[in-house]
């Protein structure tokens, strides 16, 4: 596994690190890993077309208690979004758990602050997929990876979905749906992907790296 997930952005490197790489950003949150080992199967996909790199990111989590914090950088994982990480990007992968059917608050109000990337346009043109993780077979994963397609539209984005030549969007009995990839945790929340959740995963990130090698041709 060769994606970019290590503390020190991007955004901070010398130029000359992205001239040979084109990178899409797969962006998540995830509290009991479900979600982040969906991230990583998308990143693999991704990096399966050559030129291509994906950059995991995550946001921190969101509290009611005003004076609480999350540190810079988390203890594990990847590191923290930036605004540099929507404009370097040349695509996005967009993960979150279900929370009754929409996407979860931490990667709610990251979106909500997005006001200037909106006005700038940095993503629009670029294209983008959605992944989600629920407890229950119809815990409400598909109106989750709908609602969250709405910010990436009103940025612009081109939404990229599984076509139904997949075999296993025919044959899954856990996640997989046209709307983007999807794993079903359980009452305990098992982060272990089933074989047809994990070859959908790959297949997303694939997809959506070979868009975004076509669209970001000069």
């Given at each position: 596994?060769?994606?970019?997930?290590?503390?020190?952005h991007?955004?901070?490197?010398?130029?000359?690190?992205?001239?040979?790489?084109q990178e899409?950003?797969?962006?998540?949150?995830?509290?009991h890993?479900?979600?982040?080992?969906?991230?990583?199967?998308?990143?693999l996909?991704?990096?399966?077309?050559?030129?291509?790199?994906?950059?995991l990111r995550?946001?921190?989590r969101?509290?009611?208690?005003?004076?609480?914090?999350?540190?810079?950088?988390?203890?594990?994982?990847?590191?923290?979004?930036?605004?540099?990480?929507?404009d370097?990007?040349?695509?996005?992968?967009?993960g979150?758990?279900v929370?009754?059917?929409n996407?979860?608050?931490?990667?709610?109000?990251?979106?909500?602050?997005?006001?200037?990337?909106w006005?700038?346009?940095?993503?629009?043109?670029?294209?983008?997929?959605?992944f989600?993780?629920?407890?229950?077979?119809?815990?409400?994963n598909e109106s989750t990876?709908?609602?969250?397609?709405?910010?990436?539209?009103?940025?612009?984005?081109?939404?990229s979905?599984?076509?139904?030549?997949?075999?296993?969007?025919?044959?899954?009995?856990?996640?997989?749906?046209?709307?983007?990839?999807?794993?079903?945790?359980?009452?305990?929340?098992?982060?272990?992907l089933?074989?047809?959740?994990i070859?959908?995963?790959?297949?997303?990130?694939?997809?959506?790296?070979?868009?975004?090698?076509?669209?970001?041709r000069?």
């Open positions: 596994m060769k994606y970019s997930i290590q503390q020190q991007e955004c901070s490197l010398p130029p000359a690190y992205n001239l040979l790489m899409i950003l797969v962006l998540y949150y995830s509290h890993g479900s979600v982040r080992a969906l991230a990583e199967r998308v990143a996909g991704i990096e399966s077309v050559p030129g291509m790199q994906a950059r995550t946001v921190p969101v509290s009611t208690v005003c004076e609480a914090s999350e540190p810079a950088i988390p203890a594990s994982g990847a590191p923290y979004v930036e605004a540099c990480d929507l370097q990007c040349v695509g996005l992968a967009l979150s758990p929370r009754f059917g996407m979860a608050a931490p990667m709610k109000y990251f979106w909500d602050g997005t006001i200037a990337a006005q700038n346009g940095t993503l629009a043109g670029k294209p983008a997929c959605v989600t993780s629920s407890a229950s077979q119809h815990g409400g990876l709908l609602s969250m397609m709405l910010p990436l539209l009103h940025h612009g984005m081109l939404i979905g599984l076509p139904f030549g997949e075999p296993e969007l025919s044959t899954t009995e856990k996640g997989g749906t046209p709307y983007g990839a999807s794993h079903v945790a359980g009452a305990n929340g098992n982060p272990l089933s074989e047809a959740e070859r959908l995963s790959v297949a997303q990130g694939k997809r959506l790296a070979i868009l975004a090698q076509k669209l970001s000069p």
